[in-house]
């Protein structure tokens, strides 16, 4: 089975098409700048260059299109007809309490995820644009919904709710959802292997850190806390977002900067985290780079890398024990000083890291980073969100055609 697996974002649309029996991507790409000046597509056929084409692309639909063409394009494309799109994944950021696992979409399915628009205003309309824009040019090919939020459903109760007014959860749906999930349970699942013990024996913290970073606590296989909550503004500073603070901070704002709504939250998204203490970047490379001549910069790393230590801290304690540290996406799997700075001074936990295998293990390789005498392990392993979408994908799609 062969599954094309669709991130759809408000200006851009990735995509990756996965070969389900290889358990490999074949081809797989992105469209920018969709209704914008300057639109182009890339398209990388694996193990060949990839190839960049400016081209206007005034909707989704158009996106799509280009995508199908290059698939199927005689000279690089990587199939000989669209018959062999056998499914598409969609990843789909908000599922609210309604989804708690990947579903076949249907028409019912597309208005639920509308009706939870009010909690992800930008991701949800632009994974629907997505989803309607595949309707139209393929309708008879199977869709699967798999929601970022969908793995962290297993979350207790005290773990979930926020203390406001009871009211706040059961009439304005306020409560602790958490993102990354698809990450967090790919990583949590390849640490149980290497831990070489069924899932169900671990306690993994995750720790998912890239331009927007959450860490998990995976009990049992389960998800039983993360960082982000309501929205992804919530946990560890991020790239841009300022991650916890106290709530306080938003109504001082708004008063002493004049700032409406929009403002502040301009304010917390976009102007905070590691760009704003550092007034540099808010990519870790530059803030790497900058480390030893700017103390902003240095700064930014630290507050980054403490509260991310905080939440191992505090997950280990909420599930009593640790097994493992996952580090993923592109800061956790890339950043060595960000590494180095969480792992510090956490031997009373029983991690013994070895800080100079840390330095020099490659990049983009899974590692495990612990002395052989350390009792908990700490693993890098490259998050892949793609091939859990197209695995969950294949999965629902041979249900329904053995239902049949
Ligand atoms: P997202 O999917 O949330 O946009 P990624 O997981 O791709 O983010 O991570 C992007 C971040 O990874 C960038 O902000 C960049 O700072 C960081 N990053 C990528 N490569 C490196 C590297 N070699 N060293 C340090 N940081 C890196």
Do not use: W
């Amino acid at each position: 089975m062969k599954v094309l697996v669709i991130n759809s974002g408000s200006s851009s649309l990735k995509y990756q098409f996965i070969d389900i029996e290889k358990n490999e991507a074949v081809a797989k790409g992105i469209c920018e700048r969709i209704g914008m000046q300057g639109s182009k597509i890339t398209y990388a056929p694996i193990g060949k260059d990839k190839i960049v084409k400016e081209a206007p692309i005034p909707n989704h639909t158009a996106g799509i299109r280009l995508v199908l063409d290059a698939l199927e394009d005689k000279e690089f494309g990587v199939i000989k007809s669209l018959k062999e799109i056998d499914a598409v994944g969609h990843r789909v950021v908000h599922g609210g309490e309604k989804f708690a696992s990947s579903v076949l979409i249907t028409d019912e399915v597309i208005d639920v995820i509308e009706s939870l628009t009010d909690l992800a205003p930008l991701h949800n309309p632009a994974n629907l644009t997505g989803i309607r824009a595949f309707k139209e040019l393929m309708p008879d090919v199977p869709m699967v919904g798999v929601f970022d939020t969908a793995f962290h459903q297993t979350m207790p109760k005290e773990a979930y709710l926020y203390a406001l007014p009871y009211s706040a959860y059961t009439d304005l749906m306020i409560r602790r959802y958490g993102f990354h999930g698809t990450s967090h349970y790919y990583v949590s699942r390849r640490a149980a292997e290497l831990l070489g013990k069924p899932i169900e024996q671990t306690k993994i913290v995750t720790c998912h850190l890239g331009n927007g970073s959450s860490i998990a606590a995976v009990d049992g296989g389960k998800s039983i806390d993360t960082s982000m909550g309501f929205t992804p503004l919530e946990g560890v500073p991020m790239g841009t977002r300022c991650g916890d603070i106290d709530p306080a901070i938003v109504t001082y704002l708004m008063e002493k900067l004049n700032l409406d709504v929009a403002g502040v939250t301009e304010y917390m998204n976009k102007k905070s985290g590691v760009f704003g203490i550092s007034g540099i970047s808010s990519d870790f490379r530059d803030l790497a780079d900058a480390e030893h001549t700017d103390e902003r910069a240095a700064l930014a790393l630290k507050v980054f890398a403490y509260k991310v230590k905080k939440y191992i801290g505090a997950y280990a304690c909420a599930m009593g024990g640790l097994d493992a540290i996952v580090f993923t996406a592109g800061v956790g799997e890339n950043d060595r000083r960000v590494r180095e700075l969480v792992l510090e001074g956490l031997e009373f936990l029983n991690v013994e890291a070895d800080f100079e295998l840390n330095m020099t293990c490659p990049r983009g390789a899974t590692v495990d980073l612990a002395k052989p005498s350390s009792k908990v392990r700490v693993f890098v392993i490259p998050t892949d969100e793609e091939m859990v979408i197209a695995k969950d994908t294949a999965r629902i799609v041979k249900e329904m055609q053995n239902a049949k």
